[in-house]
Structure formats: C-alpha cells, structure tokens
C-alpha cells in the first residue's frame, strides 16, 4: 500500500509533489495531486461542514473520503494515516448526489452559524429596540 507524506506551509507552493499532502492552516484547507497519478490539483477546504484534518504520531487522516467526480479519472479515495485506499471510480450520477449532499451541508451550516450569530446579538438588538421605542414615545 502506498504511504503519503505531508507538510505544513504558510502558502501553496506553484509546484507540488506527488503523493504529498500539503496542510495551510492559514487558509483552512489541504492542497495534492490527485493520487491516481493524473497530478490535477486536488483542493480540500477545511471546516465544519468541508473536510478535518487529523495529525497523530507523523501520519495525516483527512476525513471524508476525497471523491473527484469532477475529474476525468473520476478516482475516489481514502487517506488515513497515510495510507491511500482506494474506492471504485465515483460514477455521474454519484458526483451529482455529492454535490448535491455539499450543498445542502454547507447551507445548513450556515443556517447554523447565522442562527449562532443571532442568538448572540439579540440582547443588544433588544435593547436598540427598546431605546428606539422610548425615543418613538
Ligand atoms: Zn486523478
């Protein structure tokens, strides 16, 4: 089985590495080429709704699987600890449901995040309207 390496940089370098995992915590996301050997540029934004990274004992997890539908090769796999495994070839219709499955993932998080930030404003929305009340009466 096939073992990847990673690194931590502050940017992604113009020329990457095969087989190499590149982490940017500054921009929350994990940059390779595709490990099927076709080196297109494979881009994981990290986030709560979007792919976690996971380093133990000098191995990389990221989780969920890396499925490039979008790709000609259409390859789909795993990387934990390491290690690559590999998934059957993502098909046009399975892209579409991802895709679709993302989206909905996304806006729910933000649905989340706006009612997060809602919640935590509403006292001084509160008071703004009381004190526009008062000047009202
Ligand atoms: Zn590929």
Redesign the pocket.
């Known amino acids: 089985m096939r073992t990847i390496t990673h690194v931590l940089v502050d940017s992604v370098p113009k020329v990457l590495a095969p087989h190499t995992l590149y982490v940017c915590p500054g921009y929350d996301l994990v940059v390779h080429l595709?490990l099927?050997?076709?080196a297109?540029k494979v881009v994981t934004p990290l986030g709560p709704a979007e792919w976690s990274v996971r380093l133990e004992d000098d191995t990389i997890s990221l989780t969920p699987s890396i499925g490039?539908g979008a790709?000609a090769?259409r390859?789909h796999y795993w990387i934990t600890r390491s290690r690559v495994r590999w998934l059957p070839q993502i098909t046009a219709r399975q892209h579409a449901v991802a895709a679709a499955r993302d989206d909905r993932d996304m806006a729910a998080h933000l649905a989340r995040e706006r009612v997060w930030w809602r919640r935590l404003t509403a006292p001084v929305r509160l008071r703004a309207q009381r004190w526009r009340a008062r000047r009202a009466s």
């Open positions: 595709c099927c050997g076709c297109t490039n790709l090769c390859s």
